[in-house]
């Protein structure tokens, strides 16, 4: 029973459950704003965060596995995509679970709670 | 090892084969024996396009035995954990993990992204985004006790 709403009316509900969440998500409406992208073609690139511990020119051992062919050689690291730099990155993490509108909170939340029936239900035995 | 129904009740097995090196008796010979395939023809079929593999290079292999007992096979890429530890360079991963446990090797990012992009090259995964593998093989790396520095 998808009602389209707007934005305002939900935003201050808590989501309780990953469905619902969903349902938010899907059902109000959203334009999204366009990064300027002259601003974005002259500001120089924010300097990384990250810093690769393989500089440009190491040899990215034991990755080939065929005769003819040779380990690859580690780019520059603005060569790679941005996300690679923070699919490790363990503030990221805690802030995707810390926020009710993704669907990681949810499932650890429903993690937790099973550890904690779980814990409950032993104890009684 | 699914079994498949359609009218010739073709039967798909999946094994990983070292690259070159096929027939030994105890994972190929009867798995395929029971389905009445000449275990000798698949090895010299699958040691023929495994050529260019380095040898010895564990590959999963996926075997469609049709009912008139003639066979297909796609070779895939090598599990994701031989190539972390070879990257990591260690022989096996860890018996144990977790908070405040040691890890047994070390991994960076860019390696991580190669992986990811030979993986990537498989058939059952070209619908997946790159970003997607690359946490994938994290996971793994993760679960063997591998640490994954940028």
């Known amino acids: 029973m998808l009602r389209t709403a707007s934005a305002s009316a939900l935003s201050g509900l808590r989501p309780t459950s990953t469905q619902q969440a969903r349902w938010i998500q899907l059902s109000t409406?959203?334009?999204?704003?366009?990064e300027d992208s002259t601003a974005a073609a002259t500001t120089p690139k924010a300097k990384r965060a990250v810093v690769s511990s393989a500089p440009e020119g190491t040899v990215l051992k034991g990755i080939n596995y065929m005769k003819d062919g040779k380990d690859p050689v580690a780019l520059v690291d603005d060569a790679y995509p941005?996300?690679?730099?923070?699919?490790?990155?363990?503030?990221?993490?805690?802030?995707?679970?810390a926020d009710p509108m993704d669907k990681k909170h949810h499932k650890e939340a429903r993690r937790q709670k099973i550890k904690a029936d779980n814990f409950i239900r032993d104890k009684k035995t | 090892m699914s079994k498949k129904a359609p009218a010739a009740a073709a039967s798909l097995l999946r094994l990983v084969v070292p690259a070159g090196k096929a027939t030994p008796t105890p994972p190929i010979g009867p798995a395929l024996g029971q389905r009445g395939v000449k275990s000798m023809d698949f090895c010299k079929q699958f040691n023929d396009r495994t050529k260019t593999v380095e040898a010895g290079t564990p590959l999963p292999v996926v075997i469609n035995v049709k009912g008139d007992r003639t066979f297909t096979f796609v070779t895939k890429s090598p599990p994701t954990s031989f190539f972390l530890k070879r990257a990591a360079g260690i022989e096996k991963g860890a018996t144990d993990i977790g908070k405040g446990k040691a890890y047994v090797g070390k991994v960076n990012l860019k390696q991580v992204y190669e992986i990811a992009r030979i993986k990537q090259a498989d058939?059952?995964?070209?619908?997946?985004?790159l970003k997607g593998i690359c946490s994938a093989v994290v996971g793994s790396a993760r679960s063997m006790g591998i640490e994954v520095v940028p």
């Open chain 1, 82 to 97: 941005d996300w690679l730099w923070e699919i490790n990155d363990p503030e990221i993490r805690a802030a995707r679970i």
């Open chain 2, 123 to 129: 058939d059952g995964m070209g619908h997946l985004a």
């Open chain 1, 29 to 34: 409406r959203v334009f999204s704003v366009k």
